[in-house]
């Protein structure tokens, strides 16, 4: 787990595997979990892969409207959603794919699942500890 394997994954395609496992296999909720996983522990481990990954993040939106009440997924989902949040240059792709809401809705349906509540709050931390972001900037995303 270093950045030298997440510049091996990204050299061989790993990504371009991922996000072709999450569109062959939309109904695997077992896929689309660990695919969202994957994606965020190569942000965790080298965040410049978050360059190559943002393609990835209208697929995380499509698992967590898939399956809105699958704990394990959404957690994973919303995880993913915590690691792109680490940088700001990642905001405009989140915003475009739905991302907040696709949070947002995760929070709500989800309310008893505090590994969800966690991870959907870290990303709203994230995203309002930019000095630009405000509550209304949020709406904007939406």
Same mark, same amino acid.
Request: hydrophobic residues 45%; glycine residues 6%.
């Given at each position: 787990?270093?950045? =030298? ?10 990504? &371009?595997?991922?996000? !072709?496992?999450?569109?062959?296999? %939309?109904?695997?909720? *077992?896929?689309? &979990? ?23 993040? %209208?697929?995380?939106? !499509? ?5 809105? @009440? ?15 949040? #680490?940088?700001?240059?990642? #905001?405009?792709? *989140? ?5 907040? %809401?696709?949070?947002? @809705? ?6 008893? !699942?505090?590994?969800?509540?966690? =991870?959907?709050? #870290? ?9 630009? @972001?405000? %509550?209304? @900037?949020?709406?904007?995303? =939406?």
């Amino acid at each position: 787990k270093s950045e =030298e394997d997440v510049e091996k994954i990204v050299q061989l395609g790993g990504i &371009a595997m991922i996000a !072709k496992s999450m569109v062959d296999h %939309p109904d695997k909720v *077992i896929v689309q &979990a660990e695919a969202c996983a994957c994606l965020a522990e190569l942000v965790w481990i080298d965040a410049k892969s978050s360059e190559q990954i943002v393609g990835c993040i %209208p697929l995380v939106v !499509k698992a967590l409207q898939r399956f809105p @009440t699958h704990a394990k997924l959404q957690q994973m989902g919303c995880g993913a959603f915590r690691a792109f949040s #680490y940088d700001v240059e990642n #905001y405009e792709s *989140i915003a475009q794919a739905g991302g907040v %809401p696709a949070v947002l @809705t995760s929070m709500v349906d989800n309310p008893k !699942k505090v590994e969800v509540l966690i =991870e959907g709050c #870290y990303f709203l931390q994230n995203i309002l500890s930019i000095p630009d @972001t405000s %509550p209304a @900037t949020i709406d904007q995303m =939406e």
